[in-house]
């Protein structure tokens, strides 16, 4: 009796044994083929552009300090929806039913469809956003790339489409925040916008975008008081003034980065990657 | 005798499948492999740390045990010696024949500095030597991340002085978040209360 059943078996689990191997065998290869080719998004060429190193006073950070930028690459445009599909079609934990609630809360992906479909009304050409900061870091980390840190961000946010640091221009200030004024403009699509100095598209207009270190931002003053009326308290001499008290616009990031937790995932917000230079980083 | 080499020969096809998976699996193909830990759980965390004993675990290496961990660096002269105080207050107020079901752990916010010697010679000096307290050396990059799971902000503000928000948070056997109390000179009972909870 039991002979007879596992004589029906063995085909069977023979079979489906074979299809098993196989389907595992392909994802590999194509995986194998990213890891070795870190440029290619996914099938989708990622141009950078190159940002030569350089010192800044940002907004916030150590007391009016200048900060050394040391030269790196940076994602010409913000990741897209279909940047992103080829993303999860390869990484499965990362697919919208997948996902675990430590790295994401329930809005991931709220505006797609399925895991692997993204919504009616979406443009594959538009910025990815509804993303948490460890699925951003993944992405980028996944082909050699990282996450810009707060300070490189701001170092290329600063360029109009002529000069490095345009913050003293009027134009400048008034064009970021008449976009931050506009509503919906997730939607539109990206590489629309003028290059900025560096090459750089959409760094302004469209979505706010993830940095590495965005959960280092502290808008509170210098107090260290330590009264039951301040619910957060530093350790330190932290001490965060504005340095330039005309950017607005800049204030309104860091004021949203500091609001920030690593698993949100907003409609506005999407992430571009960066990575080191290969040029020698002196001045 | 034939029924008994059958069942060999399944069995064989069954290991060589489950090592043909296994093969496949490496590199950045990420097949989903079930953890066995819940979607909350930071024994999702990646990422090897160092004790200060030297050895090098996981988080998931903390499994079984209530967690109340807290993030500090040693050199810290302001709010850390407050936080840990607080620590301490809390162990305190823990039935001594309960503590083996608890894990006191801090972290460093400056892997830098803080190796497992330094961390021991804190430990010691802070009487926290005992086998429930657990300090934690990570890369600026597990730290970056491990903050974020307990929403800690911390920036670096001179080689040797970092800002942090002070939070002490309590985790359950399996890794989720239970309780997080924030400040210096809060109230310990509510965060006692739930510890207690969870370990009686």
Not at chain 1, 214 to 225: R, T, W
Not at chain 2, 144 to 158: G, P, R, T
């Amino acid at each position: 009796m039991l002979l007879s059943i596992l004589k029906k078996l063995l085909p069977l689990y023979c079979l489906t044994f074979i299809v098993i191997s196989c389907n595992n065998s392909n994802t590999s290869n194509n995986a194998s083929k990213l890891v070795n080719n870190a440029d290619t998004l996914f099938g989708v060429k990622a141009a950078m552009a190159n940002i030569k190193s350089g010192k800044y006073i940002p907004l916030y950070g150590r007391d009016s300090q200048l900060v050394t930028i040391n030269s790196f690459q940076m994602d010409i445009l913000p990741v897209t929806n279909a940047n992103y599909l080829a993303f999860v079609k390869t990484n499965k934990r990362w697919r919208k039913s997948n996902i675990k609630k430590l790295f994401a809360e329930s809005n991931y992906l709220n505006h797609w469809k399925n895991d692997t479909t993204i919504g009616n009304e979406m443009n594959a050409n538009s910025a990815i956003t509804n993303v948490s900061w460890y699925a951003a870091k993944a992405y980028c980390e996944c082909q050699g790339k990282r996450m810009s840190t707060v300070n490189e961000w701001e170092f290329v946010a600063m360029a109009n489409e002529n000069i490095a640091d345009a913050r003293k221009t009027a134009k400048y200030n008034q064009q970021i925040l008449a976009w931050y004024e506009k509503p919906n403009t997730s939607n539109n699509p990206v590489g629309n916008s003028l290059k900025n100095y560096w090459g750089v598209f959409d760094i302004h207009g469209l979505v706010w975008e993830w940095t590495s270190d965005f959960s280092s931002i502290f808008l509170i003053d210098e107090s260290k008081n330590d009264s039951s009326t301040n619910k957060k308290l530093f350790c330190g001499s932290g001490k965060f003034t504005k340095t330039d008290l005309m950017n607005y616009a800049a204030y309104m990031r860091y004021a949203f980065r500091e609001s920030l937790k690593a698993n949100y995932s907003l409609q506005n917000l999407g992430f571009r990657c960066v990575k080191d230079s290969m040029i020698n980083n002196e001045k | 005798m034939k029924n008994k080499a059958i069942h060999f020969i399944i069995i064989i096809l069954f290991f060589i499948s489950i090592s043909a998976c296994k093969n496949n699996s490496n590199g950045n193909a990420e097949t989903v492999i079930d953890s066995g830990y819940s979607g909350e759980s930071i024994f999702n965390l990646k990422g090897n740390w160092h004790t200060q004993n030297n050895e090098t675990i996981a988080l998931s290496a903390l499994q079984g045990k209530t967690l109340v961990m807290v993030m500090i660096y040693t050199s810290c002269k302001a709010a850390c010696p407050r936080l840990v105080a607080q620590m301490r207050d809390i162990e305190s107020k823990m039935p001594t024949d309960k503590l083996d079901q608890l894990n006191f752990v801090l972290v460093s916010i400056d892997p830098e500095t803080d190796d497992p010697k330094r961390l021991k010679a804190f430990a010691i000096a802070n009487n926290m030597n005992a086998p429930h307290w657990t300090f934690l050396q990570g890369t600026k990059k597990s730290v970056q991340e491990f903050a974020n799971v307990l929403s800690v902000k911390y920036k670096q503000i001179s080689p040797m002085d970092f800002s942090h928000s002070n939070i002490i948070s309590v985790f359950n056997t399996k890794g989720e978040l239970i309780h997080q109390q924030e400040g210096l000179g809060v109230n310990n009972k509510e965060t006692i209360t739930t510890i207690i909870k969870e370990i009686v």
